[in-house]
């Protein structure tokens, strides 16, 4: 099977190319794509070298996968060149992920609603994705009405230069180029630009994105999404008010028999999520699991996750897999 990999030099590209290799993908050739700059490098995958091309040239190679990570501007510019030759296409912008004919993909929550007249599938927004794996059990079993989520978001999201930026900081470099404001000892309130109704881009992105994957417009979702300096693992505060009341041991045992998540919650021994043991892996955890003592029917709970794994890069090649083995691909 040649697959392309849209974006293959950047943080999340290259982390599909890792975990493409990690779950033995059938990948009979590799196609890497990216910037101009970057065309006539090398990409390493399997043990082999792979020159980066460009966009027309890997459209012109017909591969039958392509994970695009590139930004929202070229997706909507290359992903229908790419589906108009017949090959699946699973993207990592937020470009298509509202169009009303384009599926939002999380596979253990809705992996079902896939079909084979799907060729441009969109990968949810990584702060999205680890809060609904979460939801997602809950909701089926008990109702969510409202959630209300505060994030913690690592650099690493926003990609190798804030990174960079980042460290230089720690080591005396004050400069700022990526973040408007020093992100080295400090916490932005600021993820994504500015909407006119004083949320970011981000937080709409939870709110709508949310109910779009749990099929559910009804349920009420409030964000405030914030920049912390930590360089990977996205964590996130969640209040959830559910329609009917529950024990707390259900609640546990309910999302600790859920595909990729995993209970972290024993307080007494200081054992709860952090996103230093969240990294280089795909689960999503979870922890701080209490009732909301303010509030009748409601619960607070810690999620954590590797924001270019399962946030990103992970999810996107799972969707490829329901694909691969629905034998759409």
């Known amino acids: 099977m040649k697959v392309a990999v849209v974006g293959a030099t950047g943080l999340v590209g290259s982390t599909m190319l890792k975990i493409l290799a990690e779950r033995n993908f059938p990948v009979t050739e590799l196609i890497p794509v990216a910037s101009p700059k970057s065309v006539g490098t090398m990409v390493s995958f399997n043990g082999q070298e792979y020159p980066v091309v460009s966009a027309d040239t890997a459209i012109s190679m017909k591969p039958a996968l392509a994970l695009f990570s590139a930004g929202g501007a070229l997706s909507l510019e290359l992903a229908p060149q790419f589906a108009a030759i017949g090959c699946r296409v699973v993207d990592n912008s937020s470009a298509w992920r509202m169009n009303k004919d384009i599926k939002l993909v999380v596979p253990e929550v809705n992996g079902h609603v896939l079909t084979a007249n799907d060729l441009i599938i969109a990968n949810p927004n990584c702060s999205t994705i680890q809060m609904v794996m979460v939801l997602a059990p809950i909701h089926k079993h008990y109702g969510i009405k409202r959630v209300v989520v505060s994030t913690y978001q690592s650099v690493s999201g926003t990609g190798q230069k804030a ?13 700022h180029q ?30 709508l994105e949310t109910c779009k994957i749990m099929g559910d417009d009804a349920i009420r979702v409030t964000a405030t999404t914030v920049r912390v300096p930590v360089i990977g693992g996205h964590s996130e505060s969640v209040n959830i008010e559910l329609s009917k009341d529950f024990h707390e041991s259900d609640i546990k045992e309910l999302l600790s028999n859920q595909s990729g998540v995993v209970v972290v919650d024993n307080p007494a021994m200081n054992g709860y999520p952090m996103p230093i043991d969240a990294e280089g892996k795909d689960e999503v955890f979870v922890g701080r699991i209490r009732r909301d003592y303010s509030n009748p029917n409601t619960l607070n709970c810690w999620i954590v996750s590797d924001n270019l794994r399962k946030g990103a890069a992970t999810n996107a090649v799972q969707i490829a897999k329901l694909l691969h083995n629905n034998g759409w691909i």
Not at 163 to 175: F, I, S
Not at 178 to 204: A, C, R, S, W
Request: aromatic share 6%; proline share 5%.
């Open 163 to 175: 990174v960079k930026e980042l460290m230089d900081q720690r080591a005396g470099r004050k400069e």
């Open 178 to 207: 990526v973040y408007p404001h020093q992100i080295d000892l400090n916490v932005l309130p600021h993820i994504d630009v500015f909407q006119d109704n004083g949320y970011t881009k981000e937080e709409m992105k939870m709110a």
